[in-house]
């Protein structure tokens, strides 16, 4: 049986699949996870990848796509599949944050840190309405997460912060069990063949 390939945007990403796949699919070792640079920008970066897709397919392997819904998760499923028709490819895909709502990793990030974590979060918000009322710009999700992981340890420049490095099985700092993942969890062990 040929592996599962997974597809994600970037190094946060494949962390973070990887991490899950540990924690609930510990016992399959028959995928891979590769990186498609350039996708969030430009969907069309799978026509680079579509011989990678049909060769995988080819020998039975399924192809799964894990990317940002971004801000529109319906006009973007539309646009993978027109994509996937147009050069005779296929593959699941899964839109993050939950395959249903627009947003992106760092949108299914601040719903899963742990819950005792969650004044970092407010401390933060604050933050964001002071810049606002002094009519600063605001900084978004992927500060927002940084933040929160800088907060955790004591020297900023700390390895664990890095997207290639986070440590998302530890407990103290995210929740994998919580039930914001279910569709995200449910999409991978219904296409990886245990």
Known sequence: MAKA???VEGKADKQFIQSLLQKYISHVTDFDIDIL???DKDLNVLGKRAPDFQAHSDVGGINLLIIDANG???A???ELDRIANDLGISFESFLLPNNSDNGNLETLLCEI????KQPIFDCFESYRACLKSGGYYTPGLK???FAYLETLYEDESDKRIKYESRDYLNKD??????????PLKEFLVANIKL
Request: aromatic content about 10%; some cysteine.
């Open 113 to 116: 840190i742990n819950e005792a």
């Open 37 to 39: 640079s350039g996708i």
């Open 173 to 182: 700092h995210w929740n994998l069990d919580h039930l914001y993942l279910e």
């Open 72 to 74: 529109n998760c319906e």
């Open 143 to 145: 500060s927002k997460v």
């Open 76 to 78: 973007r499923k539309g």
């Open 5 to 7: 390939r997974i597809y």
